[in-house]
């Protein structure tokens, strides 16, 4: 296991994102802690840590939906805290990011959706947008779904369009907010295969948060814990389970007390009863 | 007694943070109108549902304004014997005063809640924020159109407002009381000026707009994306609207005929 290693010039190059002594807190509560992490290029990452600990927030860092207090996050190179708004704009089209709910617009039908991004950046005619966007609906499966409503579809089946929406302009890295959540097993199964596909076919660099262990370990190249606004641990999924520290076996096992409480923080249980 | 103090400093400063926000918000969302055909087209769709659909609930109450207006000018008119006057009165009543205000609590109880509603569900659903990630300005392509056709459809809704109220007038007056259609018609013609009349109530529509739309997109784009937070926002919207078009309207009396 690897905690905050000093990277070499080798590993440098070969990360998409390097995030360094990343402060980010909300109110009083630290999110994040002097937080030191890597994402190798062309590979899957999956960030993995209890909930409430701020992984989507992570996400959000990355795409420059908010500004951290303090550090760098090198995007391919470049420091996202420092892009201005149209800067910004531009860096994003070359990041896809699937969000928890799908966030699909609920006035446009299945095909207009993913057709949305296209039609926002591009000068396409209409007969290519046609073609790209059946293409992109058939690798996730929905090609026979493009006159749907989102409203109509189901749970896996929106994660899905969602997935080719994100896809549709051909990203160089896509940002997965806990795919998994709430998904029965075949869909769960489905995105899985996905992720991993996509990632693959298209030469992606992708990074996925999830608290669903078994899910994430068994798809992802290299995987990265946190607690307490800091890397605990990282690696290759075998390097994880071969892990000693107790925080790490913790998470992995789902052992329910340990180095992360049970308890919320509270005064003595007996006091509290008896005054 | 220092809590106090502290929490009418930090409620100050919330409130002047918001003010700043929503400044830099409308800054950039009356700006960030895209001025070409795709543009366009999300305009004329935000007029259509902003102004077509306020239509009806403007023109049957603008009607039955203006019919109350001329029974209530003729019961008090006809004692001094110069019930031809209820024309004059109907008209400058809606025209100067309640065409505008009338219009503009209307506008927001229905299209200023219902865009509060519409703008706080998409961030509460993460479709401003998907859109955000696909290098798409929520700001310029949702915030925008709808903030326009707001601006736009106001005056042009409380002109339809007071237009109808005096039909609704001539409706009571003339073809119930029996009040001379001549006199109804020379009477309104003679007393109502154009510039200090219809150009000052139009002028009234068109802050009312600014002011209905502005709060009705911004409480949306800055509600707590939960149920919760956008019931609380649709009321702020109403609430809001209300109290600034009931007080801008007596600042903007006193400017123009005080």
């Given at each position: 296991?690897?905690?905050?290693?000093?990277?070499?010039?080798?590993?440098?190059?070969?990360s998409?994102?390097?995030i360094t002594?990343l402060?980010?807190?909300?109110?009083h509560?630290?999110?994040?802690?002097?937080?030191?992490?890597?994402?190798?290029?062309?590979?899957?990452?999956?960030i993995?840590?209890?909930s409430?600990?701020?992984?989507?927030?992570?996400?959000?860092?990355?795409?420059?939906?908010?500004?951290?207090d303090?550090?760098?996050?090198?995007?391919?190179?470049?420091?996202?805290t420092k892009?201005?708004?149209?800067?910004?704009?531009?860096?994003?089209?070359?990041?896809?990011?699937?969000?928890?709910?799908?966030a699909?617009?609920?006035?446009?039908?299945?095909?207009?959706?993913?057709?949305?991004?296209?039609?926002?950046?591009?000068?396409?005619?209409?007969?290519?947008?046609?073609?790209?966007?059946?293409?992109?609906?058939?690798?996730?499966?929905?090609?026979?779904?493009?006159?749907?409503?989102?409203?109509?579809?189901?749970?896996?089946m929106?994660?899905?369009?969602?997935?080719?929406?994100t896809?549709?302009?051909?990203?160089e890295?896509?940002?997965?907010?806990?795919?998994?959540?709430?998904?029965?097993?075949?869909?769960?199964?489905?995105?899985?295969?996905?992720?991993?596909?996509?990632?693959?076919?298209?030469?992606?660099?992708?990074?996925?948060?999830?608290?669903?262990?078994?899910e994430?370990?068994s798809?992802?190249?290299?995987?990265?814990?946190?607690?307490?606004?800091?890397?605990?641990?990282?690696?290759?999924?075998?390097?994880?389970?071969k892990?000693?520290?107790?925080?790490?076996?913790?998470?992995l096992?789902?052992?329910?007390?340990?180095?992360?409480?049970?308890?919320?923080?509270?005064?003595?249980?007996?006091?509290?009863?008896?005054? | 007694?220092?809590?106090?103090?502290?929490k009418?400093?930090?409620?100050?400063?919330?409130?002047?943070?918001?003010?700043?926000?929503?400044?830099?918000?409308?800054?950039?969302?009356?700006?960030?109108?895209?001025l070409?055909?795709?543009?366009?087209?999300l305009?004329?769709?935000?007029?259509?549902?902003?102004?077509?659909?306020?239509?009806?609930?403007?023109?049957?109450?603008?009607?039955?304004?203006?019919?109350?207006l001329?029974?209530?000018?003729?019961?008090?008119?006809?004692?001094?014997g110069s019930?031809q006057?209820?024309?004059?009165?109907?008209?400058?009543?809606l025209?100067?005063?309640?065409?505008?205000?009338?219009?503009a609590?209307l506008?927001?109880?229905?299209?200023?809640?219902?865009?509060?509603?519409?703008?706080?569900?998409?961030?509460?659903?993460?479709?401003?924020?998907?859109?955000?990630?696909?290098?798409?300005?929520?700001?310029?392509?949702?915030?925008?159109?709808?903030?326009?056709?707001?601006?736009i459809?106001?005056?042009?809704?409380?002109?339809?407002?007071?237009?109808?109220?005096?039909?609704?007038?001539?409706?009571?007056?003339?073809?119930?009381?029996?009040v001379?259609?001549?006199?109804?018609?020379?009477?309104?013609?003679?007393?109502?000026?154009?510039?200090?009349?219809?150009?000052?109530?139009?002028?009234?529509?068109?802050?009312?707009?600014?002011?209905?739309?502005?709060i009705?997109?911004?409480?949306?784009?800055?509600?707590?994306?939960?149920?919760?937070?956008?019931?609380?926002?649709?009321?702020k919207?109403?609430?809001y609207?209300?109290?600034?078009?009931?007080?801008?309207?007596?600042?903007?009396?006193?400017?123009?005929?005080?």
């Amino acid at each position: 296991m690897i905690i905050d290693r000093p990277m070499d010039r080798d590993k440098l190059l070969d990360s998409y994102i390097k995030i360094t002594g990343l402060n980010f807190a909300r109110g009083h509560r630290a999110i994040f802690n002097g937080a030191n992490l890597n994402i190798p290029r062309g590979k899957v990452t999956a960030i993995m840590g209890p909930s409430g600990i701020g992984k989507t927030t992570l996400l959000r860092l990355i795409g420059g939906q908010i500004k951290p207090d303090s550090g760098e996050i090198l995007l391919n190179g470049r420091d996202v805290t420092k892009f201005k708004r149209r800067e910004l704009f531009d860096a994003r089209k070359k990041i896809g990011m699937l969000f928890q709910s799908g966030a699909l617009f609920t006035d446009l039908s299945v095909y207009e959706n993913v057709a949305f991004p296209l039609r926002a950046h591009t000068k396409l005619p209409e007969d290519m947008i046609r073609d790209i966007v059946l293409m992109k609906l058939h690798a996730v499966g929905l090609r026979g779904a493009r006159d749907l409503m989102p409203s109509e579809l189901s749970g896996g089946m929106t994660r899905r369009v969602a997935l080719a929406r994100t896809i549709a302009l051909d990203p160089e890295l896509i940002l997965y907010d806990e795919p998994f959540a709430g998904q029965d097993p075949i869909a769960m199964g489905v995105l899985v295969q996905l992720i991993r596909l996509l990632n693959d076919a298209l030469g992606l660099t992708s990074v996925l948060v999830s608290h669903d262990i078994t899910e994430s370990l068994s798809i992802c190249d290299h995987a990265i814990i946190i607690a307490d606004g800091q890397v605990i641990g990282e690696g290759a999924p075998s390097e994880l389970r071969k892990s000693e520290s107790p925080l790490v076996k913790q998470f992995l096992n789902g052992l329910p007390d340990g180095p992360v409480p049970f308890h919320f923080p509270a005064t003595n249980y007996r006091t509290d009863l008896l005054g | 007694m220092v809590d106090f103090f502290i929490k009418v400093g930090r409620s100050g400063l919330e409130y002047s943070s918001a003010l700043g926000r929503s400044g830099l918000f409308l800054f950039h969302s009356v700006f960030g109108l895209m001025l070409n055909l795709k543009g366009l087209r999300l305009l004329v769709h935000q007029l259509y549902k902003v102004g077509v659909l306020s239509l009806v609930i403007i023109v049957v109450s603008g009607l039955f304004i203006g019919m109350v207006l001329a029974l209530q000018g003729y019961s008090i008119l006809v004692d001094y014997g110069s019930e031809q006057a209820v024309g004059q009165m109907v008209a400058l009543t809606l025209v100067r005063e309640l065409g505008p205000v009338v219009a503009a609590l209307l506008f927001a109880g229905r299209a200023g809640s219902a865009l509060t509603a519409e703008i706080g569900l998409m961030k509460a659903t993460e479709q401003l924020s998907s859109m955000e990630m696909m290098g798409v300005d929520p700001l310029k392509r949702v915030i925008a159109p709808r903030l326009w056709a707001g601006f736009i459809t106001m005056p042009i809704l409380a002109a339809i407002f007071s237009a109808v109220g005096v039909f609704g007038g001539l409706l009571v007056g003339v073809d119930w009381l029996g009040v001379y259609e001549g006199s109804f018609w020379a009477n309104m013609q003679s007393s109502v000026d154009f510039k200090e009349d219809v150009l000052n109530g139009m002028i009234k529509s068109i802050v009312f707009g600014v002011v209905c739309s502005w709060i009705a997109v911004f409480q949306g784009y800055d509600s707590e994306p939960t149920s919760e937070g956008i019931s609380i926002a649709t009321t702020k919207t109403v609430v809001y609207s209300s109290l600034s078009v009931l007080g801008l309207d007596f600042l903007l009396t006193a400017v123009m005929f005080g």
